[in-house]
């Protein structure tokens, strides 16, 4: 394949077409071939070569690092990878940073702790995962719950369109949208129509969007005109390049704060979990986290070497009370003063002596540095360390309001009863937001897997969308979730999910299959046997 202009690499080898074919997700998908652009000046010329030459049928499919859960980064067609040479971080300054859509957030975080700053909508991830990915999937994390999801520290978006031209979105006020709307160009249709289109479905859209504090499943229509700003950086963030691909993200980022103590109570009663989440967030913690008996028995196992001697409080818990505490929930409390935030740790301790459960403050960051890698490497520890059995994300980022969990979590359990011998699985999350993460473990090479996950993912959604919850907090829809977009949103807002990947993207060439046009056929169809 020649594309007059192009200046990267250009592969389709058997090895690289078998990488670029799987992500974190439970699909694989075989790429014709993957593509390196250098620039921004790069996926112009690829925009314009699969313009130019619509009988070969391509479409181009950003990626990043490829650690997607949900199968974003998969295609049949043009991978367009990002992180090979899209990396720079051009500027990081006072409560801003200005970076390219392949720089991992390890490379950010590291640049941003050199002045104090921090971008906390970091994911579990986040030693694996590219900024281009989080913007895409509107990602968030362990500290969402008092600073928000990704989209939250976007300012600006440089973005190739489907015409083949690099534009800027930033928020506009009225002026400033008039003036786009005035333009006689693809960039003026685009406000003219969107403005149109979210201005005719207000009260649609606001009904839609869905009552839970954080949401990746769909367009973000309903944020982005408040009556004042016009902002269409809300709905890039989390629309997996389905709209366009990100050259150049500006962000905002944030003081961090010095100090943390951390709060752990080990759960038996899994019935005081809503009460326990409530009196917790009332003491404003800045995470609260929680994962599952499963996840902490898989983490002494596969951490003993690296925490030793640090897991005796566990191991005597264990001898004491004859087995793992269901669930273990992480509180963290931060400030400027250890000794103000270890007076809240300590206050919100007291408070929750009512609901007889084993507690204890972590003494050093140390200290506290085993639950949070259990927390964050239990998946990864999944993926990587049991033989046999392959990870199944296909419910894993369900979110119901906290004050449902009560009813909530009873019914969830009992949905997946009759298929224990089908599977473990483990459950770990933002528990402060309602949001679990549940990962089963199966025999993706047997019929029986497929006849399992099928039922599975119709009766979990099913169940979210009765509690108003919403299918994907944070890892978004792909492949596994675009089909039941329409079960979650209805039919008519579904429609104008199409019109508005109609108005970016007429031609479809921009990450088929996700958000707008996928199948519980084609998904079923992907999934991976090994
Ligand atoms: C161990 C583990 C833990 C995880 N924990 C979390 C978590 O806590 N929270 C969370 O939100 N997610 C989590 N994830 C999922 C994933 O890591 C995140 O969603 C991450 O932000 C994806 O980043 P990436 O660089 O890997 O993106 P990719 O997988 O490469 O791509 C993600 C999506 O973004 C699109 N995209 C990529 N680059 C661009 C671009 N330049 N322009 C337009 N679109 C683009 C892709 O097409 C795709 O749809 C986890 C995954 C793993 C493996």
Redesign the pocket.
């Known amino acids: 394949m020649i594309i007059p202009d192009f200046q990267g690499e250009i592969e389709s080898d058997a090895h690289t077409r078998e990488k670029y074919s799987r ?2 997700s439970l699909f694989k998908v075989m790429p014709t071939a993957a593509v390196f652009p250098r620039d921004a000046a790069d996926i112009k010329a690829l925009v314009r070569f699969v313009n130019a030459n619509p009988h070969l049928h391509l479409s181009l ?13 998969l295609t049949e067609s043009i991978v ?1 990878d ?2 090979r040479h ?1 990396d720079a971080i051009t500027r990081v300054g006072y409560g801003t940073a200005v970076v390219e ?2 720089v ?2 390890r490379e950010l975080e590291r640049a941003l702790t050199a002045h104090e700053f921090w971008l906390p909508s ?5 030693d ?15 500290k969402t719950l008092r600073y928000g ?2 989209a939250d520290y976007v300012r600006r978006l440089r ?1 190739v369109l489907s015409d083949g031209n690099e534009y800027t979105f930033q928020p506009l006020n009225l002026f400033m949208l008039r003036e786009k709307i005035r333009l006689h160009t693809f960039e003026g249709s685009i406000y003219r129509d969107m403005y149109a289109l979210v201005t005719e479905n207000e009260s649609l859209l606001r009904a839609a969007k869905p009552r839970v504090s954080k949401n ?1 499943a769909g367009y973000a229509l309903w944020d982005i005109w408040d009556g004042t700003t016009f902002d269409l950086t809300r709905l ?1 963030s989390g ?4 709209l ?4 150049e993200i500006e962000f905002r980022t944030v003081r961090s704060k010095k100090h943390a103590r951390l709060l752990v109570l080990f759960l038996n009663d899994m019935s005081l979990l809503a009460d326990i989440v409530h009196s917790a967030l009332a003491y404003k913690p800045e995470s609260l986290e929680s994962y599952d008996d499963n996840t902490l028995r898989l983490g002494m196992r596969y951490m003993l070497f690296r925490f030793g001697l640090q897991f005796i409080p566990e191991a005597l818990m264990i001898i004491k009370n004859g087995g793992l505490p269901k669930l273990v929930l992480l509180v963290e409390f931060t400030g400027d003063s250890d000794i103000e935030t270890l007076a809240r740790a300590r206050q919100a301790m007291r408070d929750m002596r009512r609901f007889g459960c084993a507690m204890r403050i972590t003494k050093t960051p140390k200290d506290a540095e085993k639950y949070w890698a259990i927390r ?5 520890l999944l ?1 990587n360390k049991i033989k046999g059995r392959q990870t199944a994300p296909f419910v894993d ?1 369900i979110i119901v309001k906290p004050d449902f969990l009560p009813q909530f979590l009873p019914q969830l359990n009992a949905l997946f009863k009759p298929y224990a011998a089908d599977m473990t699985y483990t459950i770990a999350g ?1 528990a402060g937001d309602g949001n679990f ?1 549940i990962i089963p473990l199966m025999d993706l090479s047997s019929s029986r897997a497929r006849t399992v996950i099928s039922a599975l993912m119709d009766a979990v959604y099913e169940l979210v969308v009765r509690y108003k919850g919403s299918i994907t ?4 829809d ?1 492949i596994v979730r675009t089909p039941y977009l329409e079960r979650m949103y209805g039919k008519e807002v579904c429609a104008l999910f199409a019109r508005t990947k109609h108005i970016f993207d007429p031609h479809a060439i ?2 088929p299959h ?1 958000k707008v046009g996928g199948t519980k056929e084609y998904a079923m169809a992907h999934i991976r046997t090994e």
């Open positions: 992500d974190a499919t950003a990626r990043a690092a490829g650690t997607d859960m949900s199968g974003g980064p367009v990002c992180a899209m859509p392949g991992y957030y970091y994911t579990a991830s986040k694996l995962c590219a900024v281009g990915g989080m913007v895409a999937n509107n990602s968030g994390g362990e999801k990704t973005v990746s890039f629309s997996q390049g389905t366009g691909i990100i050259t964050r490497e239990s998946f990864n993926r980022d933002h993460h907090a944070e890892h978004n792909g921009f990450n996700k």
